[in-house]
């Protein structure tokens, strides 16, 4: 089939190569002129497990291209995807200028009947919007004859696993009453609906929810466990063996219940509150959510506590080891990490902080290249080097089996503040190192 897609972000990008993967033509289309002309010299602006090989592979093969040329781009699909962001507007609803800008531009140039999917994560209504936007457009083209129909189709994939969760869906959740726009979404999505019926659907305002729905489900939970985590330290109970309590309950399972330093990323911040918005729009108080982003406002701020009280408030002139600044592991993705929380507090706080992360540090350059206390490092290892102590903000696999020896030589104060809770209390009590983590009483 042919498809557009607008916007070349993470989920632009890997729909659109998942899609030429399974045989689609794809035409991926971004206002970005500096992203598109990168990715036709098959340079990847995001870091993602599997993309890189994947985008070269179906661009080479003339099934998947970029452009700014949007007329051209819309001229090719009978389907157009619209991928691009919804963030945040000053108060926190989700801002839809861009999903609306794409609405008009595709009403400008289609030039026959088209179908329209919202991939963008959008409030509840956003469908009648695009909708509106399209047929104004089309009046002043005096071209009311053309018809097209909007569908809201979200992604769920994760980022650090996006190529995975698209091609091998758990769910593809299609909103629309149309039958020829489900006949064609199921023509689209039949090489990753194989193994078995995977595609859920319902009607346009439903499917906008669930996506919604799905985000605020998996930020309760952490805020939830990190609730009971902050309990936990007062009382004197241990957050990990809650958690496997908790978890061998086949009603709560053991998936998103790991206590940490709060939930960041383009997506569960956002949407949460995106969703609060809409519920005041409506007059509905939403208490649950309101509380879910409180707990994680404060969580963030966990790991700075810890250290500030363990230094009886004297951070001026102390060096930090910090492992981990992406919002979590197998992504270079900064956006709302609590590692930029942790490390603007100990910089307002007159300290310095030696950085490492396995693949966000071009990401942390272009976030605080001009940061007079931060040093960039190379390695885990050159991070530890004449600092006073180590944080670890983000579970990467190489922060979890680490030489405890070579830490407690390079630190002049042998203290780890966990923010992941990788290791043992105790093993690290033998070791001679003072450890803080989330949760559990300090050793
Ligand atoms: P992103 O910021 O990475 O990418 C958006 C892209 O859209 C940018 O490259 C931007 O230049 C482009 N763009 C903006 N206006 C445009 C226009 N008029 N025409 C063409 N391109 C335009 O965003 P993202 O992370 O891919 O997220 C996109 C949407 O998907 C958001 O609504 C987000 O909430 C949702 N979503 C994101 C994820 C995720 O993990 N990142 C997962 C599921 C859903």
New binding site residues.
């Given amino acids: 089939m042919k498809i557009t897609v607008?916007?070349?972000?993470?989920?632009?990008l890997v729909q659109g190569t998942c899609l030429a993967e399974a045989g689609h033509e794809v035409v991926c289309?971004?206002?970005?002129a500096s992203?598109v002309e990168n990715l036709k010299k098959g340079i990847i602006p995001i870091y993602e497990p599997g993309l890189e090989p994947m985008v070269k592979a179906n661009h080479e093969s003339g099934r998947l291209s970029f452009t700014t040329d949007?007329a051209a781009a819309v001229a090719h699909g009978d389907i157009q995807f619209i991928?691009?962001?919804?963030p945040p507007d000053e108060d926190g609803s989700a801002d839809l200028k861009?999903v609306l800008?794409?609405a008009r531009?595709i009403a400008e140039n289609m030039n026959r009947h088209t179908i329209v999917v919202n991939?963008?994560?959008?409030p509840v209504g956003t469908a009648d919007k695009v909708t509106a936007a399209i047929s104004d457009v089309l009046a002043k083209r005096s071209d009311a004859k053309l018809t097209f129909d909007v569908v809201s189709n979200p992604?769920?994939?994760?980022?650090g696993a996006?190529v995975n969760d698209c091609m091998r869906p758990d769910r593809i959740v299609i909103g629309t009453e149309s039958a020829d726009s489900i006949e064609a979404m199921r023509e689209l999505y039949e090489p990753f609906n194989r193994n078995h019926e995977k595609i859920i659907q319902m009607d346009v305002r439903s499917a906008e929810l669930t996506k919604y729905a799905a985000n605020c489900m998996l930020a309760t939970k952490i805020s939830f466990m990190n609730e009971i985590a902050n309990l936990a330290e007062r009382l004197g109970a241990d957050i990990e063996a809650v958690r496997h309590g908790i978890g061998s309950d086949p009603r709560i399972g053991y998936q998103f219940i790991y206590p940490g330093v709060g939930y960041g990323?383009?997506?569960f911040p956002?949407?949460v509150q995106a969703l609060i918005r809409t519920a005041d729009g409506i007059d509905f108080d939403a208490k649950v959510l309101k509380a879910v982003e409180a707990r994680n406002y404060e969580q963030k701020t966990t790991l700075f506590s810890k250290i500030n009280a363990h230094y009886n408030g004297d951070l001026k002139g102390k060096t930090f080891a910090v492992w981990g600044l992406s919002f979590k592991p197998n992504t270079d993705d900064m956006r709302e990490a609590p590692s930029r929380v942790l490390m603007e507090a100990l910089w307002a706080a007159g300290a310095k902080v030696q950085a490492y992360d396995p693949e966000a540090m071009e990401e942390t350059q272009r976030i605080y290249g001009n940061e007079e206390g931060l040093t960039l490092c190379g390695t885990k290892e050159a991070a530890l080097k004449g600092a006073d102590a180590l944080a670890i903000v983000t579970e990467w696999q190489p922060f979890r089996v680490p030489d405890f020896d070579a830490i407690k030589q390079q630190l002049a104060d042998p203290v780890i503040f966990d923010g992941r809770n990788l290791f043992e209390p105790k093993r690290m009590q033998k070791k001679g190192i003072q450890y803080y983590s989330v949760g559990r009483n300090p050793v």
């Fill in positions: 607008f916007g070349i972000g993470y989920v632009g289309v971004d206002v970005d992203r949007a991928a691009v962001g919804t861009y800008a794409v531009t991939k963008s994560t959008v992604e769920f994939l994760k980022e996006a990323g383009s997506c956002k949407d």
